[in-house]
């Protein structure tokens, strides 16, 4: 079962646009929401965090967004740019377990 | 720093063959994870250590797979027999964690498994 349900599963957007994923969750023990970034090769890299005591967290051009009540997060990407293409993925952690979701495939086009 | 570094970064080998894929966390690092990465079923957490002793290795798929941490700066994944099924991407990864995974962890740069 699928801890954390990620989508969209792939994403495309034109250049200054903004990038939108969504991730669900179940279990409220889960109270730390990271976002990794993957570029192709490589291995994923913490992008930015949030814990449930806040709605909202913002760093840059990427913030994170947070419903408790809905047991939803979404990672919004502001002026997406072709720099910003990779597979992100969400994870959610009770502090001794930790799911990551299936990842979504970003492409910012020129 | 280096990173985490991990060998080695491809390996191919046959059905019914041992594979033994390698770890070097970062230095201070008091967590070391193994991630298994899928196209069906993305990344999935396999095993744990803190300490250099497994906390949780409920994510290991079958007996064929086992992991060791002989000491802070070496982890080995081991499959054996492997089968196709196996084929992925095996990441390490490590954190300087306390005693809670709240903390950032870095990820090496994966080992491509490929089982004929």
């Known amino acids: 079962q699928q801890q954390v349900k990620q989508s969209p599963q792939s994403l495309i957007v034109q250049k200054g646009g903004i990038s939108i994923i969504n991730c669900a969750y179940e279990?409220?023990?889960?109270?730390?929401f990271p976002w990794y970034q993957q570029f192709p090769g490589k291995g994923p890299a913490l992008l930015i965090a949030?814990?449930?005591?806040?709605s909202e967290k913002k760093e840059g051009r990427f913030t994170i967004s947070f419903n408790k009540s809905a047991k939803q997060f979404s990672l919004h990407i502001m002026d997406s740019q072709p720099g910003d293409s990779a597979t992100y993925f969400c994870a959610a952690s009770t502090g001794n377990q930790f799911y990551f979701g299936t990842g979504t495939s970003l492409t910012v086009i020129p | 720093d280096a990173g985490v570094i991990q060998s080695p970064r491809h390996e191919v080998t046959e059905m019914g063959q041992e594979v033994t894929l390698r770890c070097k966390p970062i230095s201070g690092h008091d967590y070391l994870f193994w991630y298994r990465q899928t196209m069906m079923r993305g990344l999935e957490l396999l095993i744990y250590?803190?300490?250099?002793?497994?906390?949780?290795d409920s994510g290991m798929p079958e007996d064929r797979f086992s992991a060791k941490m002989p000491n802070a700066s070496f982890s080995t994944l081991k499959i054996q027999p492997s089968e196709p099924r196996d084929s992925a991407v095996y990441f390490c990864?490590?954190?300087?964690?306390?005693?809670?995974?709240?903390?950032?962890?870095?990820f090496g740069p994966g080992t491509r498994l490929t089982v004929l």
């Open positions: 990864a490590s954190s300087f964690g306390g005693t809670i995974l709240y903390n950032e962890q870095f």
């Open positions: 279990n409220t023990a889960f109270d730390y």
């Open positions: 949030i814990r449930p005591d806040v």
């Open positions: 250590f803190n300490n250099n002793v497994p906390i949780d």
